[in-house]
């Protein structure tokens, strides 16, 4: 039998995965005390491989966006033909792939954050996403990540689902949050049913019943009240509503998975998924290819996740990031390098949206970063700060990102 520690709780015979960021003791309090209830919740998505930010939200009034790309560059919005990109505003546009999230654009719930990123100038992935999780760029020795510090800072009661990650392990944004649960399907969460789960069940009870004998005493009987206390609210027989239909991917699945632990009202208040496949150095593609398929999923998923949860929406703030953008010129393989700042939206309740935040710097080239990138002229500690704080109602006093103030910069203002 694999080793069990109090962090996770390791698959064996009939049981899944469990990964949790603390001693599982609140497991019992919470399943033993009231119902968690409807809360605010804040799902997070990474796009990780960094995201063509330029081929996401184009900056199709920017004729330097068009010398930059001859081959690659998406053609500027026709009103009469879809299959161009999707104007917003008169200056940038959606990528048609993304013509899904126009529902939430008109609706003012989606808002948009061009030449977002980090200070930092690396181009490694690693180093990129590990600064993003954490929320301290340049800094490689941070123990926790910003959004487990906001669970921290939060005052809601507890629950042994206040926090969830859509996967088999743990990401470095959530560390040291306390309630966190990875799961990589709800329905692998529970006890199979059938005569497994007889079986299964009893052996892992009397297993428990040695007491301090045995070192899964505790661990385990915790983690099966988690599992009763999700069996009883059942959130994978939650149907979803309002006529949406997420794609059948990995990432659609994740979004209805989070959406259906909403509905459950169990007490999330916190939700990750990651998505990749946005390291497009060869045959990026424009309008089509294989960017494009990947935007395709990416906001016919965010889209049905709106749809889904309808009113709830109201309590709910989706954020996306990546860990940097790409470069403006197209290379030699019609695809893009490691670049700076890159594309971010904020979608929900409480969102100001229908518009366009920060500053565009530009792409002539005196504007680019380092002579080739998009500049970042919005923190990504800005607008995370703005997002969280607000919208989870965090006191003035949690501290999101240590060593970074955020008084001179002026709130982006996209939050009510």
Same mark, same amino acid.
């Given at each position: 039998?694999?080793?069990?520690?109090?962090?996770?709780?390791?698959?064996?015979?009939?049981?899944?995965?469990?990964?949790? $960021?603390? !001693?599982?003791?609140?497991?019992?309090?919470?399943?033993?005390?009231?119902?968690?209830?409807?809360?605010? #919740?804040? #799902?997070?998505?990474?796009?990780?491989?960094?995201?063509?930010?330029?081929?996401?939200?184009?900056?199709?009034?920017?004729?330097?966006?068009?010398?930059?790309?001859?081959? +690659?560059?998406?053609?500027?919005?026709?009103? $009469?033909?879809?299959?161009?990109?999707?104007?917003?505003?008169?200056?940038?546009?959606?990528?048609?792939?993304?013509?899904?999230?126009?529902?939430?654009?008109?609706?003012?719930? /989606?808002?948009?954050?061009?030449?977002?990123?980090?200070?930092?100038?690396?181009?490694?992935?690693?180093?990129?996403?590990?600064?993003?999780?954490?929320?301290?760029?340049?800094?490689?020795?941070?123990?926790? =990540?910003?959004?487990?510090?906001?669970?921290?800072?939060?005052?809601?009661?507890?629950?042994?689902?206040?926090?969830?990650? +859509?996967?088999?392990?743990?990401?470095?944004?959530?560390?040291?949050? =306390?309630?966190?649960?990875?799961? %990589?399907?709800?329905?692998?969460?529970?006890?199979?049913?059938?005569?497994?789960?007889?079986?299964?069940?009893?052996?892992?009870?009397?297993?428990?019943?040695?007491?301090?004998?045995?070192?899964?005493?505790? +661990?385990?009987?915790?983690?099966? @009240?988690?599992?009763?206390?999700?069996?009883?609210?059942?959130?994978?027989?939650? %149907?979803?509503?309002?006529? %949406?239909?997420?794609?059948?991917? !990995?990432?659609?699945?994740?979004?209805?998975?989070?959406?259906?632990?909403?509905?459950?009202?169990?007490?999330? @208040?916190?939700?990750?998924?990651?998505?990749?496949?946005?390291?497009?150095?060869? =045959?990026?593609?424009?309008?089509?290819?294989?960017?494009?398929?990947?935007?395709?999923?990416?906001?016919?998923?965010?889209?049905?996740?709106?749809?889904?949860?309808?009113?709830?929406?109201?309590?709910?703030?989706?954020?996306?990031?990546?860990?940097?953008?790409?470069?403006?010129?197209?290379?030699?393989?019609? =695809?893009?390098?490691?670049?700076?700042?890159?594309?971010? /939206?904020?979608?929900?309740?409480?969102?100001?949206?229908?518009?366009?935040?920060?500053?565009?710097?530009?792409?002539?080239?005196?504007?680019?970063?380092?002579?080739?990138?998009?500049? #970042?002229?919005?923190?990504?500690?800005?607008?995370?700060?703005?997002?969280?704080?607000?919208?989870?109602?965090?006191?003035?006093?949690?501290?999101?990102?240590?060593?970074?103030?955020?008084?001179?910069?002026?709130?982006?203002?996209?939050?009510?």
């Amino acid at each position: 039998m694999a080793v069990v520690t109090r962090r996770t709780f390791v698959r064996c015979g009939a049981c899944s995965l469990v990964a949790l $960021a603390a !001693p599982p003791r609140f497991l019992l309090r919470a399943a033993q005390g009231a119902e968690p209830g409807r809360r605010k #919740v804040l #799902v997070a998505v990474f796009q990780r491989g960094a995201v063509d930010g330029l081929s996401m939200v184009v900056p199709h009034a920017d004729p330097a966006y068009y010398e930059a790309r001859p081959t +690659i560059a998406l053609a500027r919005p026709l009103r $009469a033909q879809p299959d161009t990109a999707l104007d917003l505003d008169g200056f940038f546009a959606l990528n048609p792939a993304l013509g899904a999230l126009q529902e939430a654009w008109r609706a003012r719930t /989606l808002a948009i954050v061009p030449a977002c990123g980090s200070p930092d100038a690396t181009r490694s992935h690693f180093d990129a996403q590990d600064y993003m999780e954490t929320g301290t760029p340049g800094v490689k020795n941070t123990p926790d =990540g910003w959004l487990g510090r906001a669970l921290v800072g939060s005052s809601c009661p507890p629950s042994p689902f206040r926090s969830v990650t +859509i996967g088999p392990t743990l990401p470095r944004i959530l560390r040291g949050g =306390g309630n966190v649960v990875a799961m %990589a399907r709800i329905a692998d969460f529970q006890i199979k049913a059938g005569s497994e789960r007889g079986a299964a069940q009893r052996g892992f009870e009397d297993l428990y019943a040695a007491g301090d004998r045995d070192a899964f005493y505790g +661990i385990g009987r915790e983690t099966f @009240e988690a599992v009763r206390l999700l069996k009883k609210a059942a959130p994978a027989q939650i %149907a979803t509503a309002n006529g %949406a239909q997420y794609p059948a991917s !990995p990432f659609g699945d994740k979004l209805k998975q989070i959406a259906q632990l909403i509905k459950a009202d169990i007490g999330l @208040e916190i939700a990750f998924a990651d998505v990749g496949g946005w390291d497009t150095h060869v =045959g990026q593609g424009n309008e089509k290819g294989q960017l494009a398929a990947r935007f395709l999923d990416f906001g016919m998923a965010l889209a049905a996740f709106h749809r889904d949860l309808g009113d709830r929406m109201a309590d709910v703030v989706v954020l996306t990031m990546s860990e940097f953008g790409r470069t403006i010129r197209e290379n030699g393989n019609r =695809g893009t390098d490691h670049g700076h700042g890159t594309a971010m /939206l904020v979608m929900g309740g409480g969102v100001r949206g229908g518009r366009i935040y920060g500053r565009w710097p530009g792409l002539a080239r005196e504007q680019l970063f380092e002579g080739r990138d998009l500049a #970042v002229t919005t923190d990504f500690r800005v607008l995370f700060s703005e997002v969280a704080m607000r919208h989870l109602d965090l006191p003035s006093t949690t501290i999101l990102f240590p060593g970074f103030r955020s008084d001179p910069a002026p709130a982006l203002g996209l939050m009510t």
